[in-house]
């Protein structure tokens, strides 16, 4: 059983368009981290997220951590070719679980 | 921020061989590092929480003397995979944490292992 649900689990899009991962659990975290990773390296940290409804944004990327801390989402808009990558949620609960990953394609 | 770096990028090695990983800290102490391993285009699995000074800390199903762990320095931590098959061929990863924070955050850009 998956503790943290991630999806889409693939996602193929053209540049410009707008799009959304989900992160969810039915447990609470104390803190949650999504990353994004390129193939053949390791994932670098994009945000953390530890309140309950906290809205952090990065360029064109909106994170949002869910009221109850069990789910959050990723929000890209006007995506582009270097956004491919996989995305990779990830909770702290005395130790950092990941999700399934999101790989994300960004066509020209 | 932090650095974390990992030796060797790539490595291929011959069946019954054994190889060793190094995650290092470069520009802070880390007590505790954290090795994954990695599937093609899967997410990361937590193989053991690498504590300096002590021994590591398995997770369940991995098998402790196959995947050595040393954690002799507040700066590194090593992986070695013993008697190496070719189903153990996978991207091990290493991540670090800062003394005091609550979760890793840096990770190390990966070691890809064949065995052949």
């Known amino acids: 059983t998956q503790l943290l649900e991630q999806s889409p689990q693939f996602l193929s899009i053209q540049e410009g368009e707008n799009l959304t991962v989900y992160c969810n659990s039915s447990?609470?975290?104390?803190?949650l981290q999504w990353y994004r990773q390129e193939p053949g390296e390791g994932p670098v940290l994009l945000v953390t997220v530890v309140t309950g409804g906290e809205v952090k944004k990065l360029k064109r990327l909106t994170f949002q951590f869910g009221d109850a801390r069990k789910d959050s989402s990723l929000h890209i808009t006007a995506a582009q070719p270097g956004d491919t990558g996989l995305y990779l949620c990830?909770?702290?609960?005395?130790?950092?679980?990941f999700g399934q990953g999101t790989e994300l394609s960004v066509k020209p | 921020g932090a650095v974390v770096s990992q030796h060797p990028s790539w490595v291929i090695c011959k069946s019954g061989t054994s190889v060793k990983i190094e995650c290092r800290s470069l520009?802070?102490?880390?007590?505790?590092m954290f090795w994954y391993r990695q599937f093609p285009k899967k997410s990361l699995m937590l193989m053991a929480t690498?504590?300096?000074?002590?021994?590591?800390?398995?997770e369940q199903g991995v098998e402790k003397d196959k995947f050595l762990i040393n954690h002799a320095s507040l700066t590194l931590s090593t992986l070695t995979v013993t008697s190496a098959h070719p189903e153990d061929s996978s991207f091990y990863i290493c991540?670090?944490?800062?003394?005091?924070?609550?979760?890793?955050?840096?990770f190390g850009q990966g070691t890809r292992l064949t065995v052949v």
């Open positions: 447990s609470v975290f104390s803190s």
């Open positions: 990830a909770g702290h609960r005395g130790k950092l679980i």
């Open positions: 991540s670090a944490k800062l003394q005091g924070a609550r979760t890793e955050a840096f």
């Open positions: 520009d802070f102490q880390a007590t505790t």
């Open positions: 690498s504590n300096e000074g002590s021994k590591a800390t398995y």
